[in-house]
């Protein structure tokens, strides 16, 4: 198993552009979450799902939307960058019922 | 929302010593959970906690959670090099009957810097 892989490793955007974060997990997990992660801060949930097609905001949504067509797939999508949002992205996946978080290995985003 | 208060922010210590660090909530959690960071990578979960009053190790780790449900501990016992990393505590909540849907809320880390 490749666990849960995100692509791409290192983004920089400029302002005003869109891009997709793509997360994957080959696990069969119901439940898929994406965090940033600001420097000295812990991380902090944007969107999760608890199955395909069921998707929710978390602490942080604004500026995301994410997308969840198949059990495997939960893309990220920015639509207009801002500074703001320049940040480290991990992508998290669970079976339900229990807590245990498998995180992806990240993607570094800079907006300028 | 929840806030989880780490501390301490950072410790530097010398290879062999004991390392002691705690994570403090406003509200309690139904489930404590502690994750180490390498750099350049994502959280691995070294210890989960379901019980008040629970105590429980993994190797030199040994992680309780706090009789309020409100706290948690993680100790690590004779420090090495390679425990070299950030460490989360995270916790989560759900009612009786509920789910939390694996909802997590994260402290801001503990960085760990262990000299040789």
């Known amino acids: 198993n490749a666990g849960v892989t995100q692509t791409p490793k290192f983004r920089i955007l400029k302002i005003g552009q869109s891009m997709t974060l793509q997360c994957a997990q080959d696990?069969?997990?119901?439940?898929m979450y994406w965090y940033r992660q600001d420097p000295g801060m812990g991380l902090k949930l944007i969107y999760y799902?608890?199955?395909?097609?069921?998707?929710d905001k978390g602490e942080v949504p604004n500026g995301y939307n994410v997308s969840r067509s198949t059990t495997e797939d939960f893309p990220l999508r920015l639509e207009l960058a801002a500074p703001s949002q320049t940040s480290v992205y991990f992508c998290?996946?669970?079976?339900?019922?229990?807590?245990?978080?498998?995180f992806g290995p990240g993607t570094r985003l800079t907006v300028l | 929302g929840q806030q989880l208060n780490q501390s301490p922010q950072s410790m530097f210590i010398q290879e062999g010593e004991d390392v002691s660090m705690n994570c403090t909530s406003s509200?309690?959690?139904?489930?404590w959970l502690w994750y180490k960071q390498d750099p350049g990578e994502g959280p691995v979960l070294l210890i989960a906690l379901y019980k008040a009053g629970e105590l429980t190790s993994n190797g030199r780790l040994t992680a309780q959670f706090g009789i309020t449900r409100k706290d948690s501990f993680l100790n690590i016992s004779a420090s090495i090099p390679s425990d070299v990393g950030i460490y989360f505590c995270?916790?989560?909540?759900?009612?009786?009957?509920?789910?939390?849907?694996?909802?997590?809320?994260f402290g801001q880390g503990t960085i760990l810097t262990v000299h040789p």
């Open positions: 799902s608890v199955g395909a097609g069921i998707t």
């Open positions: 509200s309690i959690f139904n489930t």
């Open positions: 998290a996946s669970i079976r339900g019922g229990t807590d245990t978080q498998y």
């Open positions: 696990m069969n997990h119901n439940y």
């Open positions: 995270a916790g989560s909540y759900s009612n009786a009957g509920g789910t939390s849907y694996g909802k997590l809320t």
